[in-house]
Structures are given as C-alpha cells and as structure tokens.
C-alpha cells in the first residue's frame, strides 16, 4: 500500500483526528491511536486498521514514554487545544530535536496562534469562522451546517492527512521532519476556495438559497417522490435541462426560461408537482441512463446496494457486517487495503508496542503496576 512503512501515533481525540488516522491507516500506515487510562470504552468510530495503546501522559514517565515512542515514529497527530502539549513537555520543539524527521501535525479549530486559538469549539463554529457556513441553507432559513462534514472532516481531517503526505513526500528530499498547524477554519475555507474564485461571475452574488448552486434553482435542487422518498437535479447546462424537462413530460415552450431568476420560485413550483406524481423508483427507471443529471437520494442503507455502487465495490462490508465507505481514490497499483477486523479496545495493543519500542518486559510490568500504561486484552469469545 502507499502508505506502508510509515509509522502514526495519534493522540486520541474527537472525529477529525480519528478520520485522519483513519485515511493513513486505510492506505498502509501503523498507526497507534494513543488513548488515556481508564477512559472507560473508546467512543472513536473511526479505529478501522488501528491499535492502541493506554498511557497516562499526565505522568512524568508516560510522557518519557510518548516521547520514546515518537523518536520510533514518522508521524505524530495532536488534536488538543493549543498549548496542552507544551503544558505536558511534548510541544514540537522538545520532540524534533530528539527526532528532527518527525512531522508533528497539529489539528485544531483555531489553529496554533491568533485570538481564539486557546478557545473551545467544534465544527459548526470552525465553519462560522471560515466564512462558508452563512453561505449554506435555504431562502428565509437561518444558516445549516451540513453535519460535522465540513470543518471537522474535509478541512480537519482530510486536509491534515493532505498536509502528513506532503511532509512525508518533502521528507524523502530534505530528510526533516516538520510541524503542521492544521486550523479547521482554514482547512474548511480553503475547501471552499470556489466561493471566493467564482464570486466574479455572479455565482453568489444573490441572498442565501437564492443563487444557481444553494437551492435557489429548480434545475439545482432535492424534490420528493410520491413514495416520501427524493431525486436530486443537477441539470445546469441547458443540454441536460432539457433532458431533464423531456423526463418530466414538460413542454419546454410552455415555461419560462431556464435562467430568468424571477421565474425560478415558479418553476419549482411545477417541478414539485411533477415529481410528486411518481414513486422514486419510477422516476429512476425514467432518468436512468439519460443525461438528466437526476439521481435517487439513497440512505446510507440503501447505497451498497444500488447497481453502480455495486459494480464499483464502493462500500465495504467488515467482519461484523458493518457497511462503510471503501477509502477513496482508488490507486491503481497500490490500492489502500481497509481493515475489516474489529475496532481496538482501549490499550489491547500496550504490550506488544511497547516491545517492538523497546522497553524490557520489567519496565513494561512497572509502567503497568504504576497504572502509568494499562493493558486490556479481549475477552475469549467462548
Ligand atoms: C460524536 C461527538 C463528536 C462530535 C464532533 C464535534 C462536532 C466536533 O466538532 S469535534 C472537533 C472538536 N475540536 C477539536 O478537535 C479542535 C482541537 N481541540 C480542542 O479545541 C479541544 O480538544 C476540545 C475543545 C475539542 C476539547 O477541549 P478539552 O478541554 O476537553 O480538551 P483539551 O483542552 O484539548 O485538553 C485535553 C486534556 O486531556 C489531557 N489528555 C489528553 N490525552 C491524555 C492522556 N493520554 N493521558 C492523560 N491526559 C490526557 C490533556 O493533557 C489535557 O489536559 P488539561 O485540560 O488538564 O490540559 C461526541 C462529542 C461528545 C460525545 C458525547 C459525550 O461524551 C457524552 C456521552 C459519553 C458516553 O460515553 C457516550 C455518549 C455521549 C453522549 C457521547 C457521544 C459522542 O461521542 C459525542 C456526542
């Protein structure tokens, strides 16, 4: 896999770091997820191909003990708030110099410096920041943050995996490692770029959820069906549009025209009717292999199971039978290869990384005793 060889140590946190370890993992890194002692079950959903290790680094001697692991590492992944590392005697100054060829990412809301980089937060408060969330949400509607995807995942973790890769890349020439300071405001406002580079043609220049892409066009939208299931259209160009209309059996002389904005709550307004008139799965068998650009909204049970996505494997099925994204993109010589065993339990692996660091099975036992590190097996499944 690409990433093979490359060796993670993530210090438990939230979703974004998790999703960070995640990606290495998935496409070959070791990645060691760091958890705390007696931390009660781990709540990371996103463990897939990881280990983990149980350690106190509130204690003088398990952060002796991060440091030697991180002299044995390639990549550190920190998600705290700034300044708790340097409070722990881990900041990225001490720990280069005792390994100047690890990349320290630093993965947090604010970022490592300004106003509000000691402040708590979470993704609808990055993404505020970023500028993209007062863009998001319908006319009239006060502004919706799409989940946690936008500033937690895409420009938290995901970006901070972009930035590891390059470090690692650069690394291969300079022979350093480096400190990346990934703030999720600006991960997320970077993923938005479009909306600043395309403000010169007009594409925001309307209120919120009145413009060509923030559901203010009816050819750019989500309709339901008569079963209470939707279709998504995405008919922008005017070859399509009229694809689109020929589905719906509408006579495209008998409406307005496709980018008279006036006419736009108008003609939603028949195209709501319409849609209303069938079942998703007859309007499927109508936009199927046209180019329409209308597509079934499925739930998250029904995507392994629609025909394309089967065709492609996209989803996965691991050995408890979860169902979940297969990682993306697909390499075409060295395809990440996800885990499908089950998840870590907290400290299952302490032991075992422990010696390949190498520390004698006597300081192992002392760490243990001194509740410093813990050591959970799982149970037999008899
Ligand atoms: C699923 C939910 C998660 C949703 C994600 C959410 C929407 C996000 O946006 S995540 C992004 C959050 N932001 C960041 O990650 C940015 C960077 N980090 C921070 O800014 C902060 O870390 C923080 C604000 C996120 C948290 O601040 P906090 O004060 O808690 O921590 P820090 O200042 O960073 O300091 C860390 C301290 O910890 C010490 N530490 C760390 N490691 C160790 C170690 N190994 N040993 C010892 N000590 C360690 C470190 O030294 C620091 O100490 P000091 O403070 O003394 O310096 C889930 C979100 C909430 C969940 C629910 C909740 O938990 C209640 C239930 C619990 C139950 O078990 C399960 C159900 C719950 C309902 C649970 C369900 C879900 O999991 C959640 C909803």
């Known amino acids: 896999m690409a990433l093979s060889g490359v060796r993670v140590l993530e210090l438990a946190g939230l979703a974004p770091a998790p999703f960070c370890g995640m990606i290495l993992a998935d496409f070959g890194a070791q990645v060691v997820r760091v958890d705390r002692v007696k931390s009660g079950p781990q709540m990371?959903?996103?463990a897939r191909g990881?280990?983990?290790?149980?350690?106190?680094?509130?204690?003088?001697e398990g952060a002796q003990v991060?440091?030697?692991?991180?002299?044995?590492?390639?990549?550190?992944?920190?998600?705290?708030?700034?300044?708790?590392?340097?409070?722990?005697?881990?900041?990225?100054?001490?720990?280069?110099q005792e390994n100047p060829r690890l990349i320290y990412a630093r993965l947090t809301g604010f970022g490592q410096s300004g106003k509000y980089a000691q402040e708590a937060g979470h993704d609808?408060?990055?993404?505020?920041?970023?500028?993209l969330l007062s863009n998001l949400g319908r006319k009239n509607e006060n502004p919706y943050a799409p989940l946690n995807l936008l500033a937690d995942f895409a420009g938290g973790g995901l970006i901070c995996a972009l930035g590891i890769a390059m470090a690692l890349f650069e690394r291969t020439k300079s022979k350093k490692g480096q400190v990346i300071d990934a703030s999720m405001v600006e991960g997320a406002a970077y993923v938005g770029s479009f909306l600043w580079k395309a403000q010169a043609i007009g594409l925001w220049n309307r209120p919120r959820g009145?413009?060509?892409?923030?559901?203010?066009?009816?050819?750019?939208?989500?309709?339901?069906?008569s079963d209470g299931k939707f279709m998504a259209v995405g008919a922008l160009e005017p070859k399509f549009y009229q694809a689109l209309l020929k589905g719906l059996d509408l006579d495209s002389t008998k409406l307005p025209d496709q980018l008279?904005?006036?006419?736009?709550?108008?003609?939603?307004?028949?195209?709501?009717d319409t849609f209303s008139k069938k079942t998703?799965?007859?309007?499927?068998?109508?936009?199927?292999?046209t180019d329409s650009c209308v597509s079934p909204v499925l739930s998250l049970e029904e995507v392994s199971l629609h025909p394309h996505n089967k065709e492609r494997r996209s989803f996965i099925r691991d050995h408890e039978e979860k169902v979940s994204p297969r990682p993306a993109p697909l390499l075409s010589r060295?395809?990440?290869?996800?885990?499908?065993?089950?998840?870590?339990?907290?400290?299952?692996?302490?032991?075992?990384?422990?010696?390949?660091t190498g520390f004698t099975p006597e300081e192992i036992a002392k760490l243990q005793s001194a509740g410093i590190i813990e050591c959970n097996k799982a149970k037999a499944n008899l």
Not at 212 to 224: E, R
Not at 260 to 272: E, G, R, V, Y
Not at 280 to 289: L, T
Not at 338 to 350: I, Y
């Open 334 to 356: 060295t395809p990440a290869t996800p885990c499908l065993r089950r998840d870590p339990l907290v400290g299952e692996h302490t032991h075992e990384i422990l010696k390949e």
């Open 50 to 60: 990881k280990r983990s290790l149980a350690l106190n680094l509130k204690s003088p």
């Open 66 to 96: 991060l440091k030697k692991l991180c002299v044995h590492s390639d990549v550190l992944i920190e998600p705290f708030r700034q300044g708790v590392m340097e409070k722990l005697g881990l900041g990225p100054e001490r720990l280069l």
């Open 124 to 131: 609808i408060n990055y993404l505020a920041l970023s500028g």
């Open 44 to 46: 990371d959903s996103m």
């Open 280 to 289: 998703q799965a007859e309007w499927c068998k109508i936009f199927d292999g």
């Open 210 to 225: 009145e413009n060509l892409l923030d559901s203010g066009a009816p050819f750019y939208d989500t309709y339901k069906t």
């Open 260 to 272: 008279s904005f006036s006419d736009w709550p108008s003609l939603k307004s028949i195209f709501t």
